[in-house]
């Protein structure tokens, strides 16, 4: 099956992405969504250079998937190859990091 990702711009402001997996009575269910967040950081001359991350939005709870009503969505786009490969970077990334917490916090013991 292939995966649905979209760029979702959320009427609070907030730029996701995230794979789709359905849309039933007016509701959005969400796969590992992530929250685009700008940063600054010096070069290496000390200008100010502008860059994206991706964050987990669910990053506070265990789950990995969300249900969001479709009137909160302003407006939905399909991300571009290299966005598409950087947020599958970053979910795997987040993915292990969330493994290696709980088991720290279950066995006291550090993964890796």
């Known amino acids: ?7 979702i711009k959320l009427k609070s402001g907030e730029e996701l992405i995230a794979e789709v997996s359905t849309s039933v009575d007016g509701k959005v269910t ?5 929250v685009f967040k700008t940063i600054v950081v ?3 001359t000390g200008m100010p250079k ?5 964050k987990n939005w669910l990053a506070f709870g265990n789950q990995t998937e969300t249900t969001i009503p479709e009137d909160f969505i302003a407006t939905t786009l399909e991300p571009t ?3 598409v490969s950087y947020y599958i970077s970053e ?5 292990n990091l969330y493994e290696k ?3 720290f916090i279950v066995t006291g013991k550090q993964i890796g």
Do not use: T
């Not at 099956?1 to 760029?7: F, P, Q, T």
């Not at 979910?91 to 993915?95: H, T, Y």
């Open 1 to 7: 099956m292939k995966e649905n990702y979209r760029v």
């Open 30 to 34: 969400l796969l590992k969504p992530m």
């Open 91 to 95: 979910k795997d990334k987040n993915s």
């Open 101 to 103: 917490i709980a088991m």
């Open 50 to 54: 502008e860059g994206i991350v991706l």
């Open 81 to 83: 190859k290299d966005v």
């Open 42 to 44: 010096a070069d290496p």
